[in-house]
Nanobody, 115 residues
Framework: QVQLVESGGGLVQPGGSLRLSCAAS????????MGWFRQAPGKQRELVAA???????NYTDSVKGRFIISRDNAKNTVYLQMNSLKPEDTASYYC?????????WGQGTQVTVAS
């Protein structure tokens, strides 16, 4: 059974930082592309950042220079370090594991950026 369990969300002031974690089980973690998506109320889910098995990364333009995605294959965990947070980063953040036709999702963790 595949499980992706996110943690690290919460309430933070503008300009603050959070680190999200996603622990995976039930998959050969090291060969999957791992990603973070987010969905704000009334908006479509969007890709925030992804990291491949070869550690190549890509980011949506709005988070470049502020967010960093990383992975620890020994811990089956992917991270999203979020710095200089803005109110528009407020959303539910979802972990995703992708390999060919296989795609798995976590349950999501809420990030709220407000003063």
């Amino acid at each position: 059974q595949v499980q992706l369990v996110e943690s690290g969300g919460g309430l933070v002031q503008p300009g603050g930082s959070l680190r999200l974690s996603c622990a995976a089980s039930g998959i050969t973690f090291s060969i999957y592309t791992m990603g973070w998506f987010r969905q704000a109320p009334g908006k479509q889910r969007e890709l925030v950042a992804a990291i491949t098995r070869d550690y190549s990364t890509n980011y949506t333009d709005s988070v470049k220079g502020r967010f960093i995605i990383s992975r620890d294959n020994a811990k089956n965990t992917v991270y999203l370090q979020m710095n200089s947070l803005k109110p528009e980063d407020t959303a539910s953040y979802y972990c995703n594991a992708h390999l060919f036709f296989n795609r798995y999702w976590g349950q999501g963790t809420q990030v709220t950026v407000a003063s």
